[in-house]
């Protein structure tokens, strides 16, 4: 692990995006609950909420939840289908700002980066050049956004996430225990459900008490990411900003109707997703070597199965049997409301060098 000391990182994570992108074409819907995600059909509809705007989130509605379930919380909100070209092009927009020459840049998903500017020298000249970056994209772009500021990327996505929307949060690394310590566990990327129960099974509810355990505990728990998890806790993650080589997943999904157990439509299901990711992997001119399938059962329970290929490849016909023998595997005496394909493991501009070199 790298010492992060003397390290200043910016994160940035747009406001309820894809929601302020169509409030930002229909200023009309300033103000009011704006949910994006499948059409709810008056409380029938099948898919869920891919996001919604802060006004929604007042009566609890959430990514990812069912739409059906938003409806019943906020029927009178204003319900639009994703339209994800016009997001891929706003977010261009914001990561323009961001590439400043001399800063390290990483993109970390469609409304997200991480930006090192340890050479700003500085947190007060770190947090000049946050307001300056969260100016113009409200001027330039007529978008909000939250900025946090520490010594490492955890801290600075943490921080970005404690005021919201529209919040710039700086963290010196002298004040990073205190600004941790109170926070619940969840609040560190990659600890989920699962991590916060075994967790709480110990005591150990807030990132003060996994901070302040005897790391031994953790060791005879977790084995040795124990040590790791109390090291995230202190605010190091050792990780540097660097760019990432385009993205690192292409998937899509799709809802059904009904809960189907008929292999026609799961195939048919399934065929048109193969289409979906083979295309935009073609258009992206990318090679992978991992295939993903997502299933998700009547009653919520989603489980997933992946597998590599031996090469990098582009090829439909590998997507599509390997995505038929995974989802078989995945078929059992259950009905099915989802699934999912993912594309991954893409191969590097480097690794693409290499071959090129053979
Ligand atoms: P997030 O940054 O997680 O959420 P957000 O920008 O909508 O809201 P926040 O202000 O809390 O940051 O995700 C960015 C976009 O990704 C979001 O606008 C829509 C999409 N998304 C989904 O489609 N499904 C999901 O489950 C999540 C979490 C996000
Ligand atoms: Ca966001």
Same mark, same amino acid.
């Given at each position: 692990?790298?010492?992060?000391?003397?390290?200043?990182?910016?994160?940035?994570?747009?406001?309820?995006?894809?929601?302020?992108?169509?409030?930002?074409?229909?200023?009309?819907?300033?103000?009011?609950?704006?949910?994006?995600?499948?059409?709810?059909?008056?409380?029938?509809?099948?898919?869920?909420?891919?996001?919604?705007?802060?006004?929604?989130?007042?009566?609890?509605?959430?990514?990812?939840?069912?739409?059906?379930?938003?409806?019943?919380?906020?029927?009178?909100?204003?319900?639009?289908?994703?339209?994800?070209?016009?997001?891929?092009?706003?977010?261009?927009?914001?990561?323009?700002?961001?590439?400043?020459?001399?800063?390290?840049?990483?993109?970390?998903?469609?409304?997200?980066?991480?930006? +090192?500017?340890?050479?700003?020298?500085?947190?007060?000249?770190?947090?000049?050049?946050?307001?300056?970056?969260?100016?113009?994209?409200?001027?330039?772009?007529?978008?909000?956004?939250?900025?946090?500021?520490?010594?490492?990327?955890?801290?600075?996505?943490?921080?970005? +996430?404690?005021?919201?929307?529209?919040?710039?949060?700086?963290?010196?690394?002298?004040?990073?225990?205190?600004?941790?310590?109170?926070?619940?566990?969840?609040?560190?990327?990659?600890?989920?459900?699962?991590?916060?129960?075994?967790?709480?099974?110990?005591?150990?509810?807030?990132?003060?008490?996994?901070?302040?355990?005897?790391?031994?505990?953790?060791?005879?728990?977790?084995?040795?990411?124990?040590?790791?998890?109390?090291?995230?806790? &202190?605010?190091?993650?050792?990780?540097?900003?660097?760019?990432?080589?385009?993205?690192?997943?292409?998937?899509?999904?799709?809802?059904?109707?009904?809960?189907?157990?008929?292999?026609?439509?799961?195939?048919?299901?399934? +065929?048109?997703?193969?289409?979906?990711?083979?295309?935009?992997?073609?258009?992206?001119?990318?090679?992978?070597?991992?295939?993903?399938?997502?299933?998700?059962?009547?009653?919520?329970?989603?489980?997933?199965?992946?597998?590599?290929?031996?090469?990098?490849?582009?090829?439909?016909?590998?997507?599509?049997?390997?995505?038929?023998?995974?989802?078989?595997?995945? &078929?059992?005496?259950?009905?099915?409301?989802?699934?999912?394909?993912?594309?991954?493991?893409?191969?590097?501009?480097?690794?693409?060098?290499?071959?090129?070199?053979?």
């Amino acid at each position: 692990m790298t010492d992060s000391t003397g390290r200043i990182i910016l994160h940035l994570d747009m406001d309820s995006f894809y929601a302020s992108v169509e409030i930002r074409k229909r200023p009309d819907l300033a103000g009011k609950p704006v949910i994006i995600g499948a059409d709810p059909k008056h409380g029938k509809g099948r898919g869920v909420v891919a996001t919604c705007s802060y006004k929604a989130r007042e009566f609890g509605v959430r990514s990812a939840m069912p739409i059906s379930h938003a409806y019943t919380l906020c029927p009178h909100a204003v319900y639009l289908p994703p339209d994800f070209p016009l997001y891929v092009h706003a977010s261009a927009d914001v990561m323009a700002i961001l590439r400043i020459p001399g800063y390290p840049f990483e993109q970390v998903s469609i409304d997200e980066a991480f930006l +090192d500017i340890t050479a700003r020298g500085s947190y007060p000249e770190a947090e000049k050049l946050a307001r300056h970056l969260k100016e113009r994209i409200r001027n330039e772009l007529g978008l909000t956004c939250s900025v946090g500021i520490g010594p490492s990327k955890l801290v600075a996505k943490i921080a970005s +996430d404690f005021h919201k929307p529209d919040g710039l949060t700086v963290v010196p690394p002298e004040t990073v225990t205190g600004f941790l310590a109170p926070l619940p566990v969840r609040k560190i990327p990659g600890i989920g459900q699962k991590s916060e129960s075994e967790l709480s099974g110990l005591g150990i509810r807030t990132i003060g008490d996994l901070a302040a355990i005897n790391v031994q505990v953790l060791l005879a728990r977790f084995g040795k990411g124990g040590a790791g998890l109390q090291e995230l806790a &202190l605010g190091n993650d050792g990780g540097i900003v660097a760019e990432r080589d385009g993205p690192r997943s292409v998937s899509r999904e799709t809802t059904f109707e009904e809960d189907t157990d008929d292999p026609r439509i799961l195939g048919a299901a399934l +065929d048109e997703l193969v289409r979906d990711v083979h295309r935009t992997l073609r258009e992206d001119g990318l090679r992978f070597r991992t295939v993903t399938v997502k299933v998700r059962y009547t009653g919520f329970v989603t489980k997933t199965k992946a597998r590599s290929v031996s090469h990098y490849t582009d090829d439909i016909k590998t997507i599509a049997s390997t995505g038929r023998s995974l989802m078989n595997e995945l &078929l059992v005496d259950r009905k099915i409301r989802l699934v999912g394909l993912r594309l991954s493991g893409f191969e590097t501009r480097d690794s693409r060098q290499r071959t090129l070199e053979l």
